[in-house]
């Protein structure tokens, strides 16, 4: 449609110009990560770096290998995690992904250009028709605060999904920190049960040889040295496996490059007590927060779709036509365009719409009522992992040395033959090994409680298969 442009007009394209302009969003210096950085020191007590490029690269080796020269302890592994771990890094790139659609949010259309040139020969000269037209989207204009807001909310949910993923790695590496030192520890447990069994069954080969044992007790003694070598080699592979897996966490290349100290830490006099545990996570958790934006989000695009529902693009812009010879000057004016709902009206769109935000409204409910479940399900296994080690220590272990000392007494004075004094001592470091298993279940369960408090713990939260000799779950 091609009328000629009034003065009115004119300066209307001007404005539309400048609008467009100023409306042009821009990049943050951070990217956002400042939310990942206030979220590292309030809930982790580290530091976290975003590596963009070779030189904050060659930081975070530096400040890593300043960590690997000494031995590992907890807060010092996490922190390696937190700087050398690759997939943590890329996660870090989903918030330059997510900010480059803010900012293209931000910005309005290019504008279009048409031309129509066409010509005809005619007695004395050529005729021509040209059409000439510079169109902008104004439906844009009016629908950008929208879509601004939606990808604002996007972005802001990128954010603590981003922070989501650093206290996830941050509480793996924890649990791997301590089952790896508890498999060692298991190992140099596991191999005094097998000096002792070697040591029962030599002494019983030569005792039968002699004739002072029969045969039975020679092939009791033998199958506890055999049960003893293959427990041993199933805690070597529970160590290999335990240190590997520490290793991808902190996304070193080489599983020497890094020390563990020799023992667990001790467990903690008391359990922490947490009376508004529920709350707590509520009020905390990064996953409800992100959901919580996703849903706000859902319900500004159902306010984008139903203000597009009939309408989605109207152009305006100048336009200039020539009909006849070249001489002839152009007529001006402007071009209109839009679509015509016709055969689409838009239902479908906005039903979609609805049903996609109803189907996240339903989602975060469901997600509020697990996570006060599956905090209280971290805590109750946290208070549990706690009692249980307290028994091992307090009661089981030395309640075993007890009896180990006073069949010392009976042996030196001859009232108990010397299997009898191997046996027992097998089992007291057998009750010293299940402390180690047991303490190692407490710094786990504490992880898991930390995690549940921040976020949604790992899958296997609360489920604690203990490994005992043998290496059969729950033996």
């Given amino acids: 449609m091609i009328v000629n442009l009034s003065r009115r007009l ?15 969003a821009t990049f943050s210096e951070d990217g956002g990560f400042h939310t990942i950085d206030r979220t590292a020191s309030e809930r982790l007590g580290k530091e976290v770096r975003w590596a963009r490029s070779e030189d904050e690269r060659h930081i975070l080796r530096s400040r890593v290998a300043e960590l690997l020269a000494q031995p590992l302890d ?5 922190q390696v995690a937190l700087f050398n771990n690759r997939g943590l890094q890329a996660s870090f790139f989903e918030l330059g992904i997510s900010e480059a659609d803010l900012v293209q949010a931000g910005r309005f259309p290019n504008p279009h ?3 129509l040139r066409a010509s005809k020969a005619e007695p004395g000269g050529r005729e021509y028709k040209i059409e000439q037209a510079l169109t902008f989207n104004i439906f844009a204009l009016v629908t950008m605060p929208l879509a601004v807001e939606v990808e604002k909310r996007n972005f802001e949910q990128t954010q603590r999904l981003a922070a989501m993923e650093m206290v996830r ?14 498999a060692e520890e298991s190992v140099r447990y596991q191999q005094k049960v097998k000096d002792a069994a070697d040591a029962g069954a030599e002494l019983a080969r030569r005792m039968a040889g002699v004739g002072n044992i029969n045969k039975l007790q020679q092939a009791r003694e033998q199958g506890f040295y055999a049960e003893a070598a293959l427990n041993l080699a199933r805690a070597e592979q529970r160590r ?7 290793t991808r966490l902190l996304g070193l290349q080489d599983v020497d490059a890094f020390r563990l100290p020799e023992r667990l830490p001790d467990l903690p006099k008391a359990a922490e007590e947490l009376p508004a545990i529920e709350q707590t996570a509520l009020d905390q958790r990064l996953d409800l927060q992100a959901i919580r934006i996703e849903t706000e989000a859902l319900a500004r695009n159902l306010g984008l779709n139903r203000a597009t529902r009939l309408v989605n693009v109207i152009e305006f812009g100048p336009a200039r036509v020539l009909e006849g010879t070249k001489d002839s000057g152009y007529k001006k004016g402007y071009e209109i365009s839009f679509e015509l709902p016709l055969f689409d009206w838009g239902g479908a ?26 905090v209280r ?8 992992a706690h009692d249980v080690a307290r028994h091992y220590r307090d009661e089981i272990v030395p309640l075993n040395k007890r009896i180990a000392d006073e069949n010392l007494l009976r042996y030196n004075g001859m009232l108990i033959g010397v299997f009898d004094l191997l046996a027992d001592a097998r089992s007291q470091i057998a009750s010293v090994n299940s402390y ?5 279940d407490f710094w786990i369960a504490q992880s898991d409680l930390q995690m549940a408090l921040i976020g949604k713990p790992s899958p296997a939260a609360g489920v604690r298969a203990s490994v005992a000799e043998t290496g059969r779950p729950g033996h």
């Fill in 10 to 24: 004119r300066p209307g394209i001007l404005i539309l110009a400048t609008a467009t302009l100023a409306g042009c």
């Fill in 169 to 182: 790695l941050a509480t793996e590496t924890r649990k791997a920190y301590f089952t790896a030192i508890a």
């Fill in 113 to 115: 250009f048409s031309m």
């Fill in 240 to 246: 290999i496996v335990t240190r590997e897996r520490l």
């Fill in 74 to 78: 907890v807060e010092a592994a996490v």
């Fill in 349 to 374: 769109k906005v039903a979609k719409a609805e049903s996609i935000y109803l189907q996240a409204v339903e989602r975060a409910a469901e997600a509020v009522t697990n996570a006060r479940s599956e």
């Fill in 436 to 440: 180690i298993e047991a303490l190692r």
């Fill in 377 to 384: 399900d971290a805590y109750h296994a946290y208070r549990t």
